[in-house]
Protein backbone atom coordinates (compact mmCIF):
# COMPACT_ATOMS: atom_id res chain seq x y z
CA UNK A 1 0.00 0.00 0.00
CA UNK A 2 2.97 2.53 1.01
CA UNK A 3 4.43 2.05 -2.76
CA UNK A 4 1.25 2.64 -4.65
CA UNK A 5 0.99 5.63 -2.43
CA UNK A 6 4.31 7.22 -3.56
CA UNK A 7 4.06 5.85 -7.18
CA UNK A 8 0.57 8.13 -7.59
CA UNK A 9 2.19 11.28 -5.96
CA UNK A 10 5.37 10.54 -8.33
CA UNK A 11 2.90 10.18 -11.14
CA UNK A 12 1.20 13.18 -9.65
CA UNK A 13 4.37 15.71 -9.30
CA UNK A 14 5.18 14.95 -12.99
CA UNK A 15 1.87 15.94 -14.03
CA UNK A 16 2.17 18.99 -12.08
CA UNK A 17 5.40 19.77 -13.38
CA UNK A 18 4.88 18.82 -17.10
CA UNK A 19 1.54 20.87 -16.77
CA UNK A 20 3.56 24.09 -15.12
CA UNK A 21 5.99 23.53 -17.92
CA UNK A 22 3.74 23.20 -20.97
CA UNK A 23 2.03 26.70 -20.01
CA UNK A 24 4.22 29.77 -20.74
CA UNK A 25 3.50 33.04 -19.84
CA UNK A 26 1.77 35.15 -22.43
CA UNK A 27 5.08 37.00 -22.45
CA UNK A 28 7.27 34.56 -23.10
CA UNK A 29 5.03 32.80 -26.16
CA UNK A 30 5.25 36.79 -27.50
CA UNK A 31 8.89 36.60 -27.46
CA UNK A 32 9.21 33.27 -28.82
CA UNK A 33 7.06 34.09 -31.65
CA UNK A 34 9.33 37.59 -31.99
CA UNK A 35 12.33 34.89 -32.65
CA UNK A 36 11.01 32.87 -34.87
CA UNK A 37 9.67 35.89 -37.24
CA UNK A 38 13.26 37.31 -36.86
CA UNK A 39 14.35 33.88 -37.73
CA UNK A 40 11.92 32.97 -40.79
CA UNK A 41 14.88 34.08 -43.23
CA UNK A 42 16.94 30.98 -41.95
CA UNK A 43 14.00 28.82 -42.68
CA UNK A 44 13.59 30.55 -46.08
CA UNK A 45 17.23 29.60 -46.77
CA UNK A 46 17.04 25.88 -45.68
CA UNK A 47 14.27 25.37 -47.85
CA UNK A 48 16.20 26.79 -50.84
CA UNK A 49 19.12 25.01 -49.98
CA UNK A 50 17.16 21.39 -49.89
CA UNK A 51 15.45 22.43 -53.28
CA UNK A 52 18.36 23.64 -54.78
CA UNK A 53 20.67 20.65 -53.12
CA UNK A 54 19.04 17.22 -55.56
CA UNK A 55 19.27 19.58 -58.55
CA UNK A 56 23.22 20.37 -57.77
CA UNK A 57 24.01 16.66 -57.42
CA UNK A 58 21.79 15.66 -60.44
CA UNK A 59 23.73 18.88 -62.30
CA UNK A 60 26.90 17.45 -61.33
CA UNK A 61 26.29 13.81 -62.26
CA UNK A 62 25.15 14.92 -66.14
CA UNK A 63 27.76 16.97 -66.57
CA UNK A 64 30.98 14.12 -67.48
CA UNK A 65 27.13 12.48 -69.28
CA UNK A 66 27.31 15.61 -71.38
CA UNK A 67 31.18 15.47 -71.74
CA UNK A 68 31.40 12.31 -72.94
CA UNK A 69 28.07 10.78 -74.44
CA UNK A 70 27.00 13.49 -75.73
CA UNK A 71 28.24 14.81 -79.57
CA UNK A 72 29.60 18.09 -79.49
CA UNK A 73 27.14 19.91 -81.80
CA UNK A 74 24.08 18.57 -78.89
CA UNK A 75 25.91 19.40 -76.18
CA UNK A 76 25.17 23.32 -75.47
CA UNK A 77 21.47 22.78 -76.20
CA UNK A 78 21.21 20.18 -73.91
CA UNK A 79 23.04 21.90 -71.66
CA UNK A 80 20.33 24.86 -71.74
CA UNK A 81 17.94 22.46 -71.59
CA UNK A 82 18.62 20.51 -68.67
CA UNK A 83 19.33 23.64 -66.79
CA UNK A 84 15.74 25.05 -67.64
CA UNK A 85 14.32 21.84 -66.31
CA UNK A 86 16.36 22.70 -63.39
CA UNK A 87 15.14 25.85 -62.98
CA UNK A 88 11.50 24.80 -63.50
CA UNK A 89 11.99 22.31 -60.23
CA UNK A 90 13.67 24.64 -58.07
CA UNK A 91 10.81 27.34 -58.68
CA UNK A 92 8.54 24.78 -58.00
CA UNK A 93 10.21 23.29 -54.83
CA UNK A 94 11.19 26.00 -53.01
CA UNK A 95 7.53 27.64 -52.35
CA UNK A 96 6.32 24.21 -51.22
CA UNK A 97 9.19 23.75 -48.75
CA UNK A 98 9.39 27.58 -47.61
CA UNK A 99 5.32 27.45 -47.03
CA UNK A 100 6.18 23.70 -45.07
CA UNK A 101 8.76 25.38 -43.42
CA UNK A 102 6.72 28.28 -41.83
CA UNK A 103 4.23 25.68 -40.28
CA UNK A 104 6.85 23.17 -39.20
CA UNK A 105 9.57 25.92 -37.31
CA UNK A 106 6.54 27.57 -34.91
CA UNK A 107 5.44 23.78 -34.29
CA UNK A 108 8.78 22.55 -33.82
CA UNK A 109 11.08 25.35 -32.82
CA UNK A 110 8.72 27.27 -30.87
CA UNK A 111 8.29 24.70 -28.33
CA UNK A 112 12.06 24.09 -28.16
CA UNK A 113 12.77 27.83 -27.84
CA UNK A 114 10.11 27.88 -24.90
CA UNK A 115 11.48 25.28 -23.05
CA UNK A 116 15.51 25.66 -22.93
CA UNK A 117 15.57 29.56 -22.94
CA UNK A 118 13.83 32.06 -20.27
CA UNK A 119 11.92 34.88 -20.61
CA UNK A 120 15.45 37.18 -20.16
CA UNK A 121 17.61 34.68 -22.42
CA UNK A 122 14.93 35.58 -25.05
CA UNK A 123 14.87 39.23 -24.57
CA UNK A 124 18.93 39.41 -25.14
CA UNK A 125 18.72 37.25 -28.15
CA UNK A 126 15.53 39.37 -29.67
CA UNK A 127 17.86 42.58 -28.81
CA UNK A 128 21.13 40.76 -30.05
CA UNK A 129 18.93 39.69 -33.39
CA UNK A 130 17.75 43.13 -33.67
CA UNK A 131 21.20 44.70 -33.15
CA UNK A 132 22.81 47.07 -35.81
CA UNK A 133 25.43 45.56 -34.79
CA UNK A 134 24.07 42.26 -35.71
CA UNK A 135 22.86 43.34 -39.04
CA UNK A 136 26.08 44.93 -39.77
CA UNK A 137 27.77 41.80 -39.53
CA UNK A 138 24.98 39.76 -41.20
CA UNK A 139 25.40 42.06 -44.21
CA UNK A 140 28.91 41.80 -43.96
CA UNK A 141 29.17 38.14 -44.35
CA UNK A 142 28.39 37.68 -47.70
CA UNK A 143 31.41 40.21 -48.45
CA UNK A 144 33.61 38.03 -45.91
CA UNK A 145 32.56 35.13 -47.22
CA UNK A 146 33.44 36.37 -51.13
CA UNK A 147 36.55 37.81 -49.66
CA UNK A 148 38.20 34.71 -48.08
CA UNK A 149 36.72 32.27 -50.95
CA UNK A 150 39.12 34.68 -53.90
CA UNK A 151 41.71 34.35 -51.46
CA UNK A 152 41.34 30.87 -50.36
CA UNK A 153 41.00 30.23 -54.54
CA UNK A 154 43.86 32.16 -55.56
CA UNK A 155 46.57 30.90 -52.87
CA UNK A 156 45.57 26.97 -53.34
CA UNK A 157 44.76 27.21 -57.41
CA UNK A 158 48.46 26.42 -58.14
CA UNK A 159 48.31 23.06 -55.95
CA UNK A 160 44.95 22.18 -56.32
CA UNK A 161 44.28 22.63 -59.90
CA UNK A 162 47.19 20.14 -61.28
CA UNK A 163 45.08 17.98 -58.38
CA UNK A 164 42.05 18.32 -60.22
CA UNK A 165 43.33 18.05 -63.96
CA UNK A 166 44.91 14.75 -63.09
CA UNK A 167 41.36 13.43 -61.56
CA UNK A 168 39.61 14.92 -64.26
CA UNK A 169 42.12 12.17 -66.81
CA UNK A 170 41.49 9.65 -64.28
CA UNK A 171 37.90 9.54 -64.54
CA UNK A 172 37.93 10.34 -67.72
CA UNK A 173 40.49 7.40 -68.99
CA UNK A 174 38.19 4.92 -66.70
CA UNK A 175 34.78 6.07 -68.29
CA UNK A 176 36.86 5.81 -71.41
CA UNK A 177 37.64 2.30 -70.83
CA UNK A 178 34.34 1.27 -69.12
CA UNK A 179 32.90 2.27 -72.39
CA UNK A 180 35.17 0.50 -74.83
CA UNK A 181 33.64 -2.86 -75.91
CA UNK A 182 35.51 -5.64 -74.46
CA UNK A 183 37.31 -8.23 -76.92
CA UNK A 184 35.80 -11.39 -77.00
CA UNK A 185 37.53 -14.25 -75.59
CA UNK A 186 37.81 -17.11 -78.36
CA UNK A 187 35.66 -20.33 -77.14
CA UNK A 188 37.61 -23.44 -75.67
CA UNK A 189 37.62 -26.61 -77.04
Do not use: C
Amino acid sequence: MKTSIWRISAVALLAVGSLAHAESSPEKKALVAKMLTLQSAASENLARQLAEAPALRLMQQVGPALQFRVAPEKREALAKDIQGDVKKYVDESVPVLRASAAKLVPAIIGPILEEKFSEDELKQLIAFLESPVQRKLAQMNQEIQKTLTEKLVSETRGTIEPKVKVLEQSVSQRVNQAMAPTPSKPASK
